[in-house]
Nanobody, 126 residues
Framework: QVQVVESGGGLVEPGGSLRLSCTASGSTFSLYSLGWYRQAPGKSRDLVAVISVDGKPVLEDAVKDRFTISTISKDDDKNTVLLTMDNLAPDDTAVYYC?????????????????WGQGTQVTVSS
């Protein structure tokens, strides 16, 4: 089993910065990636940024010039990533969720399981 815990949300003025932390713990030996998604009221949950266990980051176009994702710590039973958000805008307001993807098996038997955190609210408002 994998536990995913987020922290670091809050209220910030436009142009401000926040850092979100996500820790995946438990049976993370087969961890493939950790990613951040966000969901605004009435909208779907969309990918913001993801980083693989070998450290390769991918950020969506809407945030790639303002957000960074980095690995803080990595071992077989605990992994932590940081999402640094700069120059925040009201459109960034959403609940931010961390996802841990576990991949097991090989070839046709390869399958993944996603674990989610409870979410953390980010509000950008003056």
């Amino acid at each position: 089993q994998v536990q995913v815990v987020e922290s670091g949300g809050g209220l910030v003025e436009p142009g401000g910065s926040l850092r979100l932390s996500c820790t995946a713990s438990g049976s993370t030996f087969s961890l493939y990636s950790l990613g951040w998604y966000r969901q605004a009221p009435g909208k779907s949950r969309d990918l913001v940024a993801v980083i693989s266990v070998d450290g390769k980051p991918v950020l969506e176009d809407a945030v790639k010039d303002r957000f960074t994702i980095s690995t803080i710590s990595k071992d077989d039973d605990k992994n932590t990533v940081l999402l640094t958000m700069d120059n925040l805008a009201p459109d960034d307001t959403a609940v931010y969720y961390c996802q841990a993807r576990i991949v097991r098996g090989w070839g046709p038997n390869r399958a993944h399981t996603d674990y989610w955190g409870q979410g953390t609210q980010v509000t950008v408002s003056s």
